[in-house]
């Protein structure tokens, strides 16, 4: 059974940074293409950014695109989301998503097999 948990969000204000990991425990994580995800409320969930096994191959949302950075560490079995240049805009639970192609990278929520809990990012003017 694979396990994804989410380090704590946060609040920050505008122009500000946070960093967000997800450690993936259960399986090989090098198996996998992960991804971050994002639901404002009210909204529906939305692609941020995902990263293949090697991370080699990267894809953003064009609202942040030269402002986070999606990475992984294999030893560590952990991804992470480095977000700066904070806009209010970018308040929303974050989650990231696991999915079993280790090649492939995907913007399709339902092609992400396994999902953290979701954390909190809350962005001040």
């Known amino acids: 059974q694979v396990q994804l948990v989410e380090s704590r969000g946060g609040l920050v204000q505008a122009g500000g940074s946070l960093r967000l990991s997800c450690v993936v425990s259960g399986r090989t994580f090098s198996s996998y293409t992960m991804g971050w995800f994002r639901q404002a409320p009210g909204k529906e969930r939305d692609f941020v950014a995902a990263?293949?096994?090697?991370?080699?191959?990267?894809d953003y949302a064009d609202s942040v695109k030269g402002r986070f950075t999606i990475s992984r560490d294999n030893a560590k079995n952990t991804v992470y989301l480095q977000m700066n240049s904070l806009k209010p805009e970018d308040t929303a639970v974050y989650y990231c998503a696991a999915r079993e192609d280790a090649y492939t990278l995907s913007r399709t929520l339902l092609l992400y097999d396994t999902w953290g809990q979701g954390t909190q990012v809350t962005v001040s003017p």
């Open positions: 990263i293949n096994w090697s991370g080699g191959r990267l």
